[in-house]
């Protein structure tokens, strides 16, 4: 069986959904959508309207109220929107509920995200962990799917008596689930030792929040090709390359990106990739500076980070993409309006986030800005790292004031 989410070309119609709770606002839930629209148009739909709740909790039965169901269905008829994406994670009851009053395909975050991956895997590797992680999706929403599996095994006698075709499939996923584990538990066992033949050399992991410039900092620090696209989850296979700065060889790695809500499914399949995070030495969380939700996403990167063991690490915070960093310069007491000025790297390290200590840099990858400033505190911190695992090696790697950093 391949994956079970369509991964077709054709850009099918949709609607976005979303609710605001008591704890929210709507620019904050607008943010969110505009994330959504992002992930669908990854997946490759084309968004044609967004719809929008305040709710104090979630309806049970149809996640959103009674009145608003029925706009949406009226909407969707009228414009033959082909599906409903809602921004919250659904339960099968809810889903099976909406289908029917939609009389349409409806996905929820975690289907969307589980379908860009699906897109995004090249490998056998990430093809196997995103598979898996459909699966225990799929599981218990069983109910709802209007067409059952495609047969494994079939014919008169070999059902069992009494068997249902939902209880034959929810058979037939267990024991693909089991066989996906097994291959993944082989992967593993053959990455780790990857992993373990490379020898002591310091490695230096990219993490961050999806579509930050994670593998446009890699190809400019390695000089490789790393697959790089303005698109969600561009990279879903670790990449380890070795990088020399001066004559100070390590490893740098870059992984799969982070993002608010990452099914837990996907994560417990990731577990092999993230790896590389949780064996780091050091880790570069890059951060896309002209985001206007930056300081969200820096949040959820090291919640995530937690999460997985590697909230602990020596860390260099990379704000990337300054050359398309805006802020306003008027005075608090100013009231025209408001205008947007590009701001100086001078200006930038007068910000809190140049405050933050030395562990702290902004760049551009895509325009090479302050690159060089880059690979300077870079060497310095391998060069701690190393010196201290081979202090025999102090007078081999001269200290940054001595070295020879010519880019």
């Known amino acids: 069986m391949g994956n079970l989410i369509s991964t077709s070309k054709k850009q099918e119609q949709a609607i976005l959904v979303g609710v605001i709770q008591p704890f929210q606002d709507e620019s904050e839930i607008n943010d969110y959508l505009d994330e959504l629209e992002f992930l669908a148009d990854t997946a490759g739909a084309i968004i044609i309207k967004r719809f929008i709740q305040k709710i104090d909790e979630p309806n049970p039965r149809t996640f959103i109220g009674k009145g608003k169901v029925l706009d949406i269905a009226t909407f969707v008829e009228e414009h033959n929107i082909d599906m409903v994406i809602f921004d919250d ?21 975690t289907n969307l995200i589980l379908d860009v991956f699906a897109q995004r895997a090249k490998t056998a590797y990430a093809k196997t962990q995103v598979e898996l992680a459909q699966y225990e999706f799929m599981l218990p929403r069983l109910k709802r799917m209007w067409t059952h599996l495609e047969r494994q095994r079939g014919g008169i006698g070999l059902r069992g008596p009494g068997e249902t075709e939902i209880e034959t499939d929810r058979r037939i996923i267990r024991n693909r689930i089991a066989k ?7 992967i593993d066992r053959q990455m780790a030792t990857q992993r ?25 620090i390695s000089k490789s090709d790393v697959f790089a696209e303005n698109k969600l989850f561009a990279t879903l296979d670790t990449t380890v390359r070795k990088v020399v700065i001066g004559n100070l060889p390590f490893l740098l790695s870059d992984t799969v990106g982070f993002i608010r809500k990452l099914p837990h499914q996907l994560v417990e399949s990731f577990k092999s990739t993230l790896d590389e995070v949780r064996e780091a030495d050091l880790l570069l969380h890059v951060v896309d500076i002209s985001h206007p939700n930056f300081e969200e996403q820096i949040n959820v990167v090291n919640q995530t980070l937690q999460e997985i063991g590697g909230g602990d690490k020596p860390t260099i915070l990379v704000f990337n993409k300054i050359d398309a960093y805006t802020w306003s310069q008027k005075p608090a007491d100013d009231l025209t309006p408001t205008t947007q000025e590009n701001v100086s790297l001078d200006e930038l390290k007068r910000t809190w986030m140049g405050k933050k200590g030395t562990d702290c840099i902004f760049i551009s990858a895509k325009q090479k800005i302050n690159i060089r400033a880059f690979r300077e505190l870079l060497y310095k911190m391998v060069r701690e790292i190393h010196v201290t695992r081979y202090p025999y090696d102090n007078f081999l790697y001269p200290d940054i004031n001595e070295a020879n950093l010519e880019y």
Do not use: C, H, W
Request: proline content about 2%; overall charge positive; cysteine-free.
């Open 180 to 186: 996906l584990k097994d291959e993944l538990s082989r």
């Open 196 to 220: 373990k033949n490379r020898g002591s050399a310091v490695r230096v992991a990219l993490v961050g929040y999806t579509n930050v410039g994670k593998s446009t900092i890699m190809n400019l």
């Open 89 to 109: 994670e659904l339960t099968p009851t809810q889903l099976r509920n909406l289908e029917n009053e939609f009389k349409r395909k409806v996905l929820d975050r």
